[in-house]
């Protein structure tokens, strides 16, 4: 996940050591021809993870990891028969760099992508994109290596689990389907950046975006079921889509305007184009980006309950005789509010106990700034409605909890 805070550990994309943890790590496991329509298991999505977080691919940051990355989702989509997206450069979109000092031509990165050709001869050149970016920091200069299991591997093995089973099915959906991984996320978006600037066919095209980053933990590990979706209060009838996908008692979805988090992720430029999209996620823990986002960390049963939230959305995506559009002035609902209320509530609940081992007692300032936003979301709760002017306060707020407290 991209965050201008933590802009300057990019430079972890450096140092290749570790060499004797590399022999020890698995060969990329392979999907089983008989599985096309198996449900979405914890333990398939553990063995992608596992293999995308090994030391074996040097954090996904070096030249060499990267590779092995783009060479493991390639296989995938070749198995699952999947198109490739960019016409004759096949899966892999280039993303330029600089020109060299002979004139040479550099390459800073590499999206990959593949398709799902829609059935519907009059919905089949509209596109649905089901994105989750696969690059992160590498290793640092101590030779650390920062595995990004939940940031990115973890979105990652939802969208292949999710081409599965779309791929599966003997009934294509009538819109096509694109699975992309952009690289550069963590580098100011660059990937999905150039991609929207360069993209296989007119961008006004893709009729929903959907976007998933660390959906394999919790908000600053707290006890709690939630996913956050955000994003649905800007294309018309996103939010009663995903409220209406069932989910397990053990998953929780809790939506959040986009303006409380910024641009974040990948579908900031899809944004920009006024391309409606969908942002699932967990939130941040304390350890995101860090060499502690490891393999073992990740609740696979909670990604694969998100994986089968975001398959219901894409299917419903896919197949609906009108696709959701672009809403220019949103308005936001009391279930937000909640949301917020909610997060509050247990952190003061948490303090008052004394903390536990996974989050100590809150600082002076982090009490005041929880207990500001849980008397300002119960007034509103109150109250029984979201007024317009309520918004600037409650964005405000967010962001300072976001900032202080996680």
């Not at 050591?17 to 999907?31: F, H, Q, V, W």
């Not at 910024?262 to 967990?282: A, C, I, M, N």
């Not at 929880?370 to 309520?390: C, F, S, W, Y």
């Amino acid at each position: 996940m991209y965050f201008p805070r933590i802009a300057v550990l990019c430079c972890v994309i450096g140092s290749l050591s570790g060499a004797a943890a590399l022999a020890r790590e698995p060969e990329a496991p392979k999907t089983a021809p008989d599985s096309a329509t198996a449900e979405i298991a914890p333990t398939v999505l553990k063995r992608h993870v596992e293999y995308l977080a090994s030391p074996k691919l040097e954090g996904r940051g070096t030249p060499r990891g990267k590779q092995l990355a783009l060479d493991y989702i390639r296989g995938r989509f070749e198995e699952l028969h999947l198109a490739p997206l960019f016409g004759d450069s096949g899966f892999i979109q280039d993303i330029p760099g600089p020109v060299g000092k002979d004139g040479a031509k550099t390459v800073l990165g590499r999206n990959i992508g593949a398709w799902l050709p829609g059935s519907d001869p009059e919905l089949r050149d509209e596109y649905i994109i089901l994105s989750a970016h696969y690059d992160h920091l590498g290793i640092d200069k101590e030779g650390r290596i920062y595995t990004g299991a939940d940031d990115n591997a973890g979105s990652v093995a939802m969208m292949l689990e999710v081409a599965r089973r779309l791929a599966g099915d003997p009934q294509r959906p009538r819109r096509s389907v694109v699975f992309l991984s952009c690289d550069l996320e963590e580098r100011m978006l660059w990937g999905s950046r150039w991609f929207v600037a360069h993209p296989p066919w007119p961008i006004k095209q893709v009729k929903l975006f959907i976007t998933a980053e660390m959906i394999g933990r919790t908000l600053g590990n707290l006890p709690m079921k939630t996913i956050f979706v955000l994003g649905a209060e800007r294309g018309s009838g996103l939010r009663d889509v995903v409220n209406g996908v069932p989910v397990p008692a053990e998953l929780q979805v809790a939506h959040l305007g986009i303006d409380v988090v910024g641009t974040r992720s990948d579908y900031g430029p899809f944004q920009g184009e006024k391309v409606p999209f969908l942002f699932f996620s967990g939130g941040e823990h304390p350890d995101y980006h860090t060499p502690r986002d490891t393999a073992d960390r990740v609740d696979y049963a909670r990604v694969a309950n998100v994986s089968k939230l975001i398959e219901g959305v894409c299917r419903w995506a896919a197949a609906t005789d009108e696709a959701p559009q672009w809403i220019d002035r949103p308005t936001h609902e009391l279930d937000e509010i909640r949301t917020l209320h909610g997060i509050t509530d247990l952190l003061l609940k948490l303090d008052d106990a004394g903390g536990d081992s996974d989050r100590p007692k809150l600082t002076q300032v982090q009490r005041f700034t929880v207990t500001n936003m849980h008397q300002k979301t119960a007034q509103i709760l109150e109250r029984g409605t979201v007024l317009p002017a309520d918004r600037p306060g409650i964005v405000r707020n967010a962001q300072l909890l976001l900032l202080t407290v996680f």
